[in-house]
């Protein structure tokens, strides 16, 4: 997508696919259709041209090297157990979180994505509830384990 100058196609969200009226102006911005956190990163393609990525796949992709870094920490011996466990229940936390954010969202907005496939309406919302009520389940365990970390 072009920067905006009409040159280009108009921006569309990573999350629902569909077309913005207008470029966003800020690098965070809520998309107006399925209402999720977008990024607006410059592209590696070219010149002025601009990527917008769904920011809970971003928050989900950015956990992934804590949780590796500390399995493979823990599995050579650089952390004990007790540390271990507090990388796990951090992580149970935050992917609790974003659980719970997105599937709120689908409620509200009656859309949920699984991969490459959009899901609306009924199947979203029995999904995104699934999703909240992991969430919710995950938040807790890794509250409960920070908290006996202590």
């Not at 569309?12 to 690098?27: E, K, L, M, T």
């Amino acid at each position: 997508m072009r920067n905006g100058s009409g040159l280009g196609v108009k921006p569309s969200c990573a999350f629902c696919g569909r077309a913005h009226s207008r470029f966003p102006r800020f690098p965070i911005f809520q998309c107006e259709h399925c209402e999720r956190p977008l990024l607006v990163v410059p592209s590696v393609k070219g010149v002025g041209e601009f990527l917008l990525l769904n920011m809970v796949d971003v928050a989900k992709v950015l956990m992934m090297p804590i949780v590796l870094g500390g399995t493979i920490a823990f599995f050579i011996g650089r952390i004990d157990a007790y540390d271990f466990a507090r990388v796990v229940a951090f992580s149970l936390l935050v992917w609790g979180v974003i659980d719970v954010f997105d599937g709120t969202a689908g409620l509200k907005t009656g859309l949920d994505k699984d991969g490459r496939y959009v899901r609306n309406s009924l199947p979203a919302k029995q999904r995104s509830l699934i999703k909240t009520a992991f969430g919710i389940a995950s938040c807790l365990v890794g509250g409960i384990g920070l908290l006996a970390m202590s």
